[in-house]
């Protein structure tokens, strides 16, 4: 709130102002959506599941981290599968 005074100083309004942070407040519920996603798939992978992906669609970074995240897993499958042919 800010008040606004007439030429003797005296208060005779006061006006609201605010600011939109919309913007702001999706980016934190995506923030909050990538690592739910990240921590479930990486929680997957502690416990030896390579078949969990972070699936859906990102964008910026967050698509990166879920492009890295994933071939992770892709490495790794391949790893163990060519352990488990005695390559």
């Known amino acids: 709130y800010a ?3 007439d030429e003797m100083g005296r208060v005779f309004k006061v006006v609201k ?9 999706r980016y934190e519920m995506a923030v909050a ?4 996603a990240t921590t479930a798939v ?3 992978v502690k416990n030896g599941n390579l078949t969990r992906t972070m699936d859906g669609v990102y964008e910026g970074e ?3 981290l879920q492009t ?3 071939g992770t897993i892709e490495q790794l499958r391949d790893v163990v599968g060519r352990n488990r042919n005695g390559a």
């Open 3 to 5: 008040p606004v005074k």
């Open 17 to 25: 102002i605010a600011t939109d942070i919309t913007a702001q407040k």
């Open 33 to 36: 959506d990538v690592l739910r």
């Open 42 to 44: 990486m929680s997957e």
């Open 62 to 64: 967050f698509a990166v």
């Open 68 to 70: 890295a995240v994933n």
